[in-house]
C-alpha cells in the first residue's frame, strides 16, 4: 500500500479533495471481476487498493492541473474545434475579458480542485438543497370574541329558558303603569266601628311573563387520511383542524350574540332628500334635464345580509347645477346597523319612480343617520336585492342588538313590550361625542320612565372610539379636560399620544370603560350595564349565556377515508334587564357637510 507524497494541511484548499479521493475511486472495483483469489465478483476495492487508486489519480489530477495552468495555450488547442471557434475568446485574459480573469484567478487559488459538476442547479434544477419549511404552520388570523367572553354562562334544561319578571311597583317611576308616587298618609279612624275599612289602600305592581327558546348551532370541519398521514413529521393536522373549528365556533358566536335575530329586519321608509349647493370642498352631481329628477331609495343592513329597498325619495334637480343630495336615514327599521344607498340617474322627464328598475347602488355601509351624494351618480353595477338578503334566521336567538333596539319585542315578539334598553336614539346625526354620550347617560338614569341606570361600559367601532376621545381632548380648553397619571418612576419614561380607556359619568360619577370591538360596525354604540346596581332584585346578571348543552365537540364514526369533526351548542342568550342599557346610532363619520 502506497501512500501520497503530498502531505496537504488543513488550511490548503486541496485538503479536502486528498481527504476524499480514497472514498472517491472505490467505485472501481465494480469495472470487471475481481480474482478468484480475491473473492470474486463485484465488489468496491479493499482499503489498500483504494489507497493505491487514489494516490495515482490525484497525482494524474495534479499533473494536469498544473500543466493547464503553466501552458493555458496547449488548453486552448486542446478544447473541441467547434468549441473554440464558437467562443475564440473564452481563453483569453485580456484586459477587457474581467470575468475570464477571475475565472483564472479562482482557479490559481484552487488549483487542486478542478472540474465540479454540482451546481445549484446541477445536476437538478431545484439543487440539491434541503427544504427550510418551519413547523408548524403559522396562523396570523384575528380571533376576537370579547362579548362571549365576558357574558356569564349559566345551566339552561328544557326547551327554553322562562322566567316571572315585575317589572315596577307602585312609585318606582317605570313605563309599566306604577310610575305614580303613592301617598301614604292616612287619618286615624276607630277600628271598633270602622273595620276594615280603616286598613290603608294597597300599592299597585306590574308584571310579565319572559320565555326565551332555546336555538341549536353547530359547525364542521372534515380531514382527509391522506392530508393526516402527509402531515406526519410537520403537524398533526387533526389537532389543528379541532383548534380551527373552535375559533370559528367562537367567533360564529360573538356575530351571533351582537346581531342574532330569527326575524328579519323591517323594509325602511323612503329617505329624506334635500337639494343644496354644493361647498367649497364638495363635488357637484352632473346636473339632469329640465324636469328630470333623480330617485333614491334605501336599504337596511346588519352583517349578516340586507333588507329589500325602500320606497323611493324624489330628489328634482332640474336644470340646475352645482348641486349636492343631502340623504336622511329612515329611522323605522329596529335591529338595522347600517343603510345602503341607491339611486337611479338616468331619469326622463315625467317617469314614476314606482316604474325604476335601473337602481344601482351608490354608497354602502353609510352608519350615520346623513350623508351627501356628490360628485359621478351610479349607472351601473348593484342592484338592490329583490328579496331579504338573509337578515335573520329562524335558528337564530336575538341577540344585543335586536334587544336593545326593540326588534325583539316590537317585530319579533320573543320578549314582552318595553324590554329594551332604556334609552334609544337612532338618529344622533353627530359624532361620537361627550355631549351624545351625556344626553344618553341622563336620559337612562332619569329620563321619562327611567330605571336609574348606571352604565360601565361603552362598546363602539374603532373610528367612532377615535371621535370621542378627539372630542375629550379638544374639550381640554372648556373645562371638561381629562386626567393625565404619571408615577413617580414614570417621569423619564412618559409615552406621547393620548387615547382615552375610560371617562366619568357626568350624572352618577362612577367610570365607565371604553371598549372598541374588533367586529363593530360604524355608526352603532352601546351602553351596557351587566349587574343591577342595587341590592335584592334576584338578578345575578342582566345578560347571561344559557345553554342546556355548551360546547359539545363530536369525533365522528369513519364511514370513509375523511375524518370528520362537528362542534354544538343547544341555548340562547337572555336578557333579564335590558332596560338598564343605551343604544346610540346613526352615528355620523363627519357631522358637518358632506355629510358621511
Not at 507524497?5 to 470487471?32: C, F, H, I, N, W
Not at 311597583?169 to 266601628?193: D, F, L, M
Not at 329589500?308 to 343630495?325: D, I, P
Amino acid at each position: 500500500m502506497r501512500e501520497s507524497s503530498y502531505t496537504p494541511s488543513s488550511t490548503d484548499a486541496a485538503y479536502e479533495l486528498t481527504q476524499q479521493m480514497t472514498d472517491m475511486v472505490k467505485g472501481a472495483g465494480y469495472r470487471k471481476p475481481r480474482p478468484a483469489a480475491q473473492g470474486g465478483g463485484y465488489a468496491p476495492l479493499d482499503i489498500g487498493e483504494a489507497v493505491d487508486k487514489a494516490v495515482d489519480a490525484e497525482m494524474a489530477l495534479r499533473k494536469s492541473v498544473r500543466a493547464s495552468l503553466a501552458n493555458p495555450g496547449d488548453v486552448h488547442k486542446s478544447l473541441n474545434p467547434a468549441f473554440a471557434n464558437q467562443f475564440a475568446l473564452f481563453g483569453s485574459q485580456a484586459p477587457g475579458m474581467q470575468g475570464m480573469t477571475q475565472v483564472v484567478d479562482a482557479l490559481n487559488q484552487i488549483g487542486d480542485i478542478l472540474g465540479k459538476n454540482f451546481t445549484l442547479t446541477s445536476p437538478l434544477s431545484s439543487g440539491l438543497v434541503p427544504f427550510d419549511l418551519a413547523a408548524p404552520s403559522k396562523l396570523i388570523y384575528p380571533v376576537f370574541s370579547p362579548l362571549r367572553n365576558k357574558l356569564p354562562r349559566v345551566q339552561g334544561m328544557g326547551t327554553s329558558r322562562r322566567t316571572k319578571v315585575i317589572t315596577g311597583v307602585q312609585g318606582s317611576q317605570t313605563p309599566s303603569g306604577s310610575n305614580a308616587p303613592k301617598r301614604w298618609s292616612i287619618a286615624e279612624s276607630n277600628p271598633a266601628t270602622a273595620w276594615p275599612n280603616t286598613l290603608p289602600a294597597s300599592g299597585s305592581q306590574t308584571a310579565v311573563d319572559v320565555s326565551i327558546p332555546y336555538k341549536f348551532f353547530g359547525i364542521s370541519e372534515a380531514l382527509s387520511w391522506l392530508a393526516q398521514f402527509s402531515g406526519s413529521g410537520f403537524e398533526d393536522v387533526s389537532a389543528l383542524a379541532n383548534l380551527v373549528l373552535m375559533q370559528e365556533a367562537m367567533l360564529a358566536e360573538e356575530y351571533e350574540i351582537i346581531w342574532g335575530t330569527g326575524t328579519a329586519l323591517t323594509t325602511p321608509n323612503a329617505p329624506t332628500v334635500a337639494i343644496r349647493t354644493a361647498g367649497s370642498n364638495e363635488t357637484a352631481i352632473a346636473a339632469a334635464g329640465t324636469g328630470n329628477s333623480y330617485y333614491i331609495r334605501v336599504t337596511a343592513t346588519n352583517i349578516y345580509g340586507e333588507t329589500v329597498m325602500s320606497a323611493a325619495a324624489e330628489a328634482a334637480v332640474a336644470a340646475q347645477t352645482g348641486k349636492v343630495l343631502d340623504v336622511t336615514m329612515p329611522t323605522n327599521v329596529k335591529g338595522a346597523s347600517q343603510f345602503n344607498i341607491y339611486i337611479s340617474a338616468a331619469a326622463t322627464s315625467g317617469s314614476a319612480p314606482a316604474s325604476r328598475t335601473s337602481y344601482f347602488l351608490q354608497a354602502s355601509g353609510v352608519g350615520g343617520s346623513k350623508f351627501t351624494i356628490q360628485g359621478s351618480l351610479a349607472s351601473s353595477g348593484t342592484n338592490p336585492p329583490a328579496s331579504d338578503s338573509g337578515t335573520s334566521s329562524a335558528n337564530d336567538y336575538e341577540g344585543l342588538l335586536s334587544i336593545l333596539s326593540g326588534h325583539a319585542a316590537a317585530d319579533a315578539s320573543v320578549y314582552p313590550s318595553g324590554f329594551q334598553a332604556g334609552y334609544v336614539n337612532s338618529a344622533v346625526g353627530t359624532r361620537m361625542t361627550l355631549a351624545a354620550l351625556s344626553t344618553a347617560l341622563q336620559k337612562v338614569w332619569n329620563g321619562p320612565g327611567a330605571f336609574r341606570a348606571d352604565p360601565t361600559d361603552l362598546i363602539c367601532e374603532a373610528s367612532d372610539g377615535k371621535q370621542l376621545s378627539d372630542d375629550i381632548i379638544a374639550q381640554g380648553g372648556s373645562g371638561q379636560g381629562y386626567r393625565l397619571n404619571i408615577g413617580q418612576g414614570e417621569i423619564n419614561s412618559v409615552t406621547g399620544g393620548i387615547a382615552v380607556s375610560s371617562l366619568v359619568n357626568p350624572v352618577t360619577r362612577s367610570l365607565i370603560n371604553i371598549m372598541v370591538h374588533p367586529w363593530w360596525l360604524q355608526g352603532t354604540a352601546f351602553l351596557m350595564s351587566y349587574t343591577m346596581p342595587m341590592p335584592l332584585t334576584n338578578i345575578s346578571n342582566i345578560f347571561e349565556v344559557t345553554n342546556v348543552q355548551d360546547y359539545l365537540s363530536v369525533s365522528w364514526p369513519v364511514i370513509d377515508p375523511t375524518y370528520r369533526y362537528s362542534l354544538f351548542l343547544y341555548g340562547a342568550l337572555v336578557a333579564h334587564a335590558p332596560q338598564y342599557c343605551a343604544l346610540l346610532q346613526g352615528l355620523q363619520v363627519a357631522d358637518t357637510t358632506p355629510y358621511s
